[in-house]
């Protein structure tokens, strides 16, 4: 078992819905999650970072983390043409290294 | 502005030719990492280094080498050694441990 999963799509959505992108994870010691968006031919840059379980909200993004359940979401409201990207979750237990999802490409169509 | 910056761009090699890729950051962060990325394998470490004049290796090191000699710069070597080094390469940097990585634009290396 991989210790980060991730559906990698694609997945397309008409402009204007909700997304929801998910990611579960087997390392009960992780408490840092992020997510990460990459457009094509660029490095990722950060979108959300969230400690422990909750939410976090900024924008039209919102991140959810359930460390009971191992899963992480994150939210795309009004989604536009813009957000057409891989989204990758991250995540990390305390001075520790990074662990990547493999990424959901995500295409918002007009 | 501050950023990361990697060259070249695009690199193309020949089976047996050693290749460096550079990387280059002014955010004045302690910690910096290589990464390659494969179509549907996310982010591999390849290596990392927390000060000047130290590193470890990461998830996947065979076949690559690094420097560190000042906080600004973290040039990676890519050896005969590596059996498959046709990639996407990613430098990040980041002020400790933490999870908020600052990447680089990236460098995609070809082997012919």
């Known amino acids: 078992q991989k210790e980060v999963e991730q559906d990698p799509g694609p997945l397309s959505v008409p402009e204007g819905a909700i997304v929801s992108l998910n990611c579960t994870y087997s390392?009960?010691?992780?408490?840092?999650f992020m997510w990460y968006r990459q457009y094509s031919r660029k490095g990722p840059e950060l979108l959300m970072y969230?400690?422990?379980?909750g939410n976090k909200e900024d924008g039209r993004f919102t991140a959810q983390v359930d460390k009971s359940s191992k899963y992480i979401s994150l939210f795309i409201r009004d989604s536009q043409p813009s957000d057409s990207a891989t989204y990758l979750c991250?995540?990390?237990?305390?001075?520790?290294?990074?662990?990547f999802g493999p990424g959901t490409s995500l295409s918002v169509i007009p | 502005d501050g950023g990361i910056t990697q060259s070249p761009k695009y690199l193309f090699r020949k089976e047996g030719q050693n290749v460096t890729l550079s990387c280059e950051q002014n955010?004045?962060?302690?910690?910096m990492y290589w990464y390659r990325q494969d179509p549907g394998q996310g982010l591999r470490l390849i290596y990392y280094s927390q000060i000047v004049n130290d590193f470890q290796k990461g998830d996947i090191a065979e076949g690559y080498s690094v420097s560190r000699e000042k906080k600004e710069s973290f040039p990676l070597t890519v050896t005969s050694a590596q059996k498959n080094p046709t990639a996407f390469y990613l430098c990040?940097?980041?002020?400790?441990?933490?999870?908020?990585?600052?990447f680089g634009e990236g460098s995609r290396l070809t082997v012919l």
């Open positions: 990040a940097s980041s002020r400790g441990w933490t999870g908020e990585l600052f």
């Open positions: 991250a995540m990390n237990s305390p001075y520790d290294k990074v662990i």
């Open positions: 955010l004045n962060h302690d910690a």
């Open positions: 969230t400690y422990s379980s």
């Open positions: 390392n009960s010691a992780f408490q840092y």
